[in-house]
């Protein structure tokens, strides 16, 4: 119940709700299907709340195992006692959890170990007794430890020894490693030096000193693979006088004693060869682990926007992959993704057989009524897009452009999943496809491709691999659920990603399908081998089967709710024979005259599942997506020798990072907009304003033609 109540608090979440979702997280339904589907019994926690619900769950419990675990370690030792029990129980952290059972734990050979070996554990005990019984000179008390079998051969040596012993234990106290590592927080410096004589992108920070606790996530992250690459001398300074004083305050007892000299000494050890490496690593990992995080949900919500946007539908694409000395690339794709030609031009340096490449343009652009022609934005992507503006322009039948991001386009190219879909394809040919199809259906394209190959993330090779992973599947599937999929059309890669099937199950549909001929209704899906009715229920209502005789196949309703879909249908004198691909409009606003809470008891559901019944019955089959902006097509070609300082221009946000956001403005090199340029007011994070596949308007603050840098401004445009 603790658990339950922590995450209460720490969420801002009722104790109620969060209940209800652990219940059903643990009887092993999926988030999309909880947040969808049972509304009702969560208050209608969406995807996000319960993913952050389910991290933090995972780490509680991993911490209350972890407490378990050191508890009966101490316990089968005989030196379990209440107060150790106690602070294992209010203990927060794992940090603290190892705190507590480091004087415990089985170390490899120390100083401290020998010494104790060797007999001088009572030495120890006497000099931190701090005592003025003693005579001052206390070798004449190390001298009843000397033993020579045991390798203690004088009363200095004894003496060495006990100190080492007094050094190990006060830098196992949990206590004093707890506050230090708060005091080292509250007044360490991170700084970083140069490492290497020579010039790098980390110059910034050959000589940086900044308060741990303000150093921005991004700063953090940049410093360590600065010190990864050798080109910088990373550490973390603090004044040894606020954690020495503090020790003292704690471990010295007698100024007077003739102890006092020994006890010192073993402190200041303690804390320069034991506490500051190890509090120095804790903290470093901690910062890296916060930088970590926010960066993954940084890369997440990119991830999130650029899988959302407005597909462009109902259009014939020409997908061009540029390059020099290998030609460009062509394929065209039909309304469906469906290639129906392929091509090879060589319109760029060396060859530049310009008029060649233009005949074999036109003729695939008038045999196939190109409606777009999608360009790849990597190597000789402007010198191809000034070609295609001319060659479009002597066509001159309104075949637009569009600069396509393609990024992991090779990734998917060289892929078994490529390979697999285009046996007879060469990677070039596969990377034309997909920035073809990507403009078509990014989230159908893009879910091919490994997250972190999309480009709209930072520093994300640093990342723990499994955490960024874990993060960034949990948003795939979150965009995949929220479109719903087409189960006749949908490839494996896609349906993989619907909540109750995984890949194995995926790639069942597809061979069922092929077997068997295009499912005819949901229900058929029982049938695929692997989808039992636990994984039928999960993903049903995420499928959909636009030929079913069953009107709500097609729809977000989940086949639990078909019979009072029916009955709500009859409550406004309609049948199922009477919902056409318009949808029944008005159908909520006369549920709302109706009166929502008398509807709901007679239909003895609750009303977020009314209110999505009728927002499906009044759209069915809709796509989420299509009330998002359209990406801008373009007719004509912008160089960046054209730009000049203080010209407005409409751009396409690419990537939003810690310190600003970068823009498409139709040339080769994206502007970055920093973010004290985003607007007037104080933003903490240019996603408070900016997300990825935003239309913006900006104007051009700064322009290096030289070294390509466009620096944007979005105040006063």
């Known amino acids: 119940m603790e658990i339950l109540e922590r995450l209460s608090e720490e969420l801002g979440i009722k104790l109620s709700q969060i209940e209800a979702a652990v219940n059903l997280l643990d009887e092993g339904n999926t988030i999309p299907f909880i947040a969808r589907y049972r509304k009702e019994v969560t208050g209608s926690l969406d995807d996000e709340q319960l993913r952050a619900l389910s991290d933090r769950l995972n780490y509680l419990r991993g911490l209350e195992k972890r407490k378990e675990e050191v508890y009966n370690a101490i316990f089968e030792q005989g030196k379990m006692t209440p107060e150790i029990e106690e602070a294992l129980k209010e203990a927060k952290i794992l940090a603290e959890v190892e705190d507590i059972y480091r004087p415990y734990k089985q170390k490899k050979k120390t100083r401290a170990s020998v010494a104790r070996e060797r007999g001088l554990t009572p030495l120890a005990e006497l000099l931190m007794e701090q005592a003025d019984k003693y005579d001052a000179d206390l070798t004449v008390l190390a001298e009843g430890y000397i033993n020579e079998e045991k390798g203690v051969e004088t009363a200095k040596a004894a003496l060495a020894g006990a100190m080492d012993i007094i050094a190990e234990d006060i830098s196992d106290d949990a206590d004093y490693r707890r506050d230090i590592r708060a005091l080292t927080y509250e007044h360490a410096f991170l700084s970083a030096k140069q490492a290497k004589d020579e010039d790098s992108v980390y110059a910034m920070y050959y000589d940086y000193n900044e308060k741990i606790k303000v150093v921005p996530s991004h700063r953090v992250l940049a410093i360590n693979r600065g010190e990864k690459e050798e080109f910088l001398k990373v550490s973390v300074d603090i004044s040894k006088d606020i954690p020495l004083n503090y020790l003292l305050s704690k471990v010295v007892k007698a100024p007077k004693s003739p102890a006092f000299l020994y006890v010192v000494s073993a402190m200041v050890d303690s804390y320069d060869r034991l506490i500051a490496p190890s509090i120095e690593r804790e903290i470093r990992s901690d910062l890296f682990d916060v930088a970590s995080e926010g960066a993954i949900k940084l890369f997440s919500q990119n991830l999130k926007n650029l899988l959302m946007q407005a597909p462009i539908k109902g259009k014939t694409v020409l997908g061009l992959d540029p390059g020099y000395r290998t030609g460009c690339k062509l394929a065209v794709v039909d309304k469906t993704g469906k290639v129906l030609d392929t091509a090879v031009i060589y319109p760029t340096k060396p060859h530049e057989k310009t008029e060649q490449a233009k005949k074999i343009v036109k003729n695939l652009v008038t045999k196939y009524n190109v409606d777009i022609v999608s360009i790849g934005n990597g190597t000789a992507s402007k010198e191809s897009e000034i070609f295609v503006a001319e060659t479009l322009k002597e066509i001159g039948i309104g075949t637009k452009y569009i600069v396509t991001s393609e990024a992991g386009a090779s990734v998917y ?166 919902i056409t691909i318009q949808g029944l409009k008005g159908l909520r606003k006369a549920a709302d005259l109706y009166g929502m809470d008398k509807l709901c008891a007679e239909l003895a559901i609750g009303e977020p599942t009314v209110i999505d019944i009728l927002s499906e019955l009044e759209k069915p089959g809709r796509d989420i997506r299509d009330d998002l902006p359209m990406p801008e097509l373009h007719s004509d070609i912008l160089d960046i020798s054209d730009l000049s300082v203080g010209m407005v221009l409409n751009g396409v946000v690419r990537n939003v990072i810690d310190f600003g956001a970068f823009v498409d403005i139709g040339v080769h090199q994206d502007g970055l907009v920093h973010v004290s340029e985003i607007c007037k007011k104080f933003i903490k994070h240019p996603s408070e304003m900016l997300s990825v596949g935003d239309q913006v308007k900006v104007k051009i603050k700064s322009l290096d033609i030289a070294k390509k840098r466009i620096g944007l401004t979005m105040k006063d445009v």
Request: net charge negative.
């Open 413 to 578: 190219s060289a892929s078994k999943l490529g390979a697999e879909e285009f046996p007879d394809f060469d990677v070039t040919q596969r990377s034309a496809v997909s920035i073809a199809r990507r403009i078509q259906d990014p989230l159908a394209e893009l879910v091919k491709i490994d997250p972190k190959s999309i480009g709209v993330g930072q520093y994300q090779h640093d990342m723990k691999e499994a955490r960024l992973d874990e993060a960034l599947s949990g948003v795939v599937e979150e965009c995949v659920n929220a479109v719903g999929v087409d189960v006749n059309t949908a490839s494996y890669s896609l349906l993989e990603h619907i909540a109750g099937i995984n890949a194995t199950s995926a790639k069942n549909i597809v061979k069922y399908r092929e077997e068997n001929g295009e499912f005819k209704k949901r229900s058929e899906i029982k049938k695929v081998p692997r989808i039992g009715a636990k994984a039928f229920e999960q993903c049903a209502g995420f499928l959909r089967v636009s030929g079913s005789d069953e009107i709500f196949d097609n729809t977000g309703i989940h086949p639990e709710s078909y019979e009072k879909a029916t009955l709500l249908l009859g409550k406004f004198g309609y049948t199922k024979k009477d």
